[in-house]
């Protein structure tokens, strides 16, 4: 199975950036997608951005200008830079990784277990 990993998360003032990164680690699979999820407290989960194993980007309205999404070639290392943090971008934050396991063409959709995101005033 596909186990992504998320790191990176922390406590930032207002205006500071983080690094967040997500690993994928298993065997003989290729990934198709991967996106950042958030979840407040009290709120649902919600799509913050996605790229895709052509690189092809997709950020939600909220993160525009501030976020960047990146990964590696075969995009089992993905990193979300967040610059000018807001308070309100405070939430969990999960990597989910969509792919194919070879040789069996079976398609999986995995979840890692997400990393704090604090924001301070």
């Known amino acids: 199975q596909v186990h992504p990993v998320e790191s990176g998360g922390g406590l930032v003032q207002a205006g500071g950036s983080l690094r967040l990164s997500c690993a994928a680690s298993?065997?003989?699979?290729?990934?198709?997608?991967v996106a950042w999820y958030r979840q407040a407290p009290g709120k649902q989960r919600e799509l913050v951005a996605s790229?895709?194993?052509?690189?092809?980007?997709n950020y939600a309205d909220f993160v525009k200008g501030r976020f960047t999404i990146s990964g590696d070639n075969t995009k089992t290392s993905v990193w979300l830079q967040m610059n000018r943090l807001k308070p309100e971008d405070t939430a969990v934050y999960y990597c989910?990784?969509?792919?194919?396991?070879?040789?069996?063409?079976?398609?999986?959709?995995?979840w890692g277990q997400g990393t704090q995101v604090t924001v301070s005033p």
């Open positions: 298993g065997s003989r699979f290729s990934i198709t997608t």
């Open positions: 790229i895709t194993s052509s690189g092809s980007t």
């Open positions: 989910n990784t969509k792919g194919v396991y070879h040789p069996t063409t079976r398609l999986f959709d995995s």
